[in-house]
């Protein structure tokens, strides 16, 4: 099995993790080596997808602004979504041609691994074609965004667990207006273990990815990032 680097980061703010996670998959592009889960909460943030205008923004900058909520247009697939504290995030930096995976191909794993995951915390998932992601009685536990660029996987995706639901009426989530987001607590009206669940989606992405996990540090990734190699 191919090793994966587990870099389990914590509460994050965004644009921190995004420059990480796009200097991992530069490196990975230059150096092929180790591939690479990052798992980490950001603070408020509204990301916007290559798909995503500024309509799907349902709030004002004024009110973002009290909230403390940034907003970014990145290049993952997609229209606009939410992430902040309670959310768990999942960022697999993957070459893909190695695992003989295509973008549909990681879709697919993604949303088995999640569903795995939901039933480890208690509930039943289910999917939507069309509408990557997991769902619970039409409610949108996650969603899945994705880019590929030198065969190099980025972003990935956003589980549920507790995060604050009333941050997503501030936007049309995922294009789906009419469709409300909903979090692992809420279904299943108890507190979540965001480590137990970190633990879980960790296992069950390196199951389907056919990976074996290898605890990685945060100054690990900096000492490779620093000396352009894998170690």
């Given at each position: 099995m191919r090793e994966a680097k587990i870099l389990k980061l914590g509460t994050t703010p965004y644009p921190e993790g995004l420059e990480l996670m796009r200097r991992l998959a530069e490196l990975k592009r230059l150096r092929p080596g180790p591939q690479v889960l990052m798992l980490l909460e950001h603070e408020p943030v509204l990301t916007m997808g290559r798909r995503a205008t500024e309509s799907d923004i349902l709030a004002p900058p004024e009110l973002l602004a009290r909230e403390g909520i940034a907003v970014h247009r990145v290049e993952r697939g997609g229209l606009i979504t939410y992430h902040g504290?309670?959310?768990?995030?999942?960022?697999?930096?993957?070459?893909?041609?190695?695992?003989?995976?295509?973008?549909?191909?990681?879709?697919?794993?993604?949303?088995?691994?999640?569903?795995?995951?939901?039933?480890?915390?208690?509930?039943?998932?289910?999917?939507?074609?069309?509408?990557?992601?997991?769902?619970?009685?039409?409610?949108?536990?996650?969603?899945i965004g994705v880019a590929v660029k030198g065969g190099v996987s980025l972003h990935g995706l956003a589980l549920n667990l507790a995060p604050n639901l009333e941050h997503f009426k501030l936007i049309n989530p995922c294009g789906l207006t009419g469709s409300p987001m909903t979090s692992v607590r809420r279904v299943t009206g108890r507190e979540v273990d965001a480590m137990r669940a970190t633990e879980l989606l960790a296992g069950h992405l390196c199951t389907e990815l056919g990976l074996e996990p290898s605890p990685w540090s945060l100054d690990q990734a900096r000492t490779c990032l620093e000396t352009s190699r894998f170690k």
């Amino acid at each position: 099995m191919r090793e994966a680097k587990i870099l389990k980061l914590g509460t994050t703010p965004y644009p921190e993790g995004l420059e990480l996670m796009r200097r991992l998959a530069e490196l990975k592009r230059l150096r092929p080596g180790p591939q690479v889960l990052m798992l980490l909460e950001h603070e408020p943030v509204l990301t916007m997808g290559r798909r995503a205008t500024e309509s799907d923004i349902l709030a004002p900058p004024e009110l973002l602004a009290r909230e403390g909520i940034a907003v970014h247009r990145v290049e993952r697939g997609g229209l606009i979504t939410y992430h902040g504290p309670g959310q768990l995030v999942a960022y697999p930096v993957l070459e893909l041609t190695a695992l003989g995976l295509g973008v549909g191909d990681l879709v697919r794993a993604l949303e088995r691994a999640l569903l795995a995951t939901l039933e480890g915390l208690g509930v039943r998932g289910s999917l939507q074609p069309g509408h990557p992601g997991a769902w619970h009685e039409g409610k949108k536990l996650a969603s899945i965004g994705v880019a590929v660029k030198g065969g190099v996987s980025l972003h990935g995706l956003a589980l549920n667990l507790a995060p604050n639901l009333e941050h997503f009426k501030l936007i049309n989530p995922c294009g789906l207006t009419g469709s409300p987001m909903t979090s692992v607590r809420r279904v299943t009206g108890r507190e979540v273990d965001a480590m137990r669940a970190t633990e879980l989606l960790a296992g069950h992405l390196c199951t389907e990815l056919g990976l074996e996990p290898s605890p990685w540090s945060l100054d690990q990734a900096r000492t490779c990032l620093e000396t352009s190699r894998f170690k």
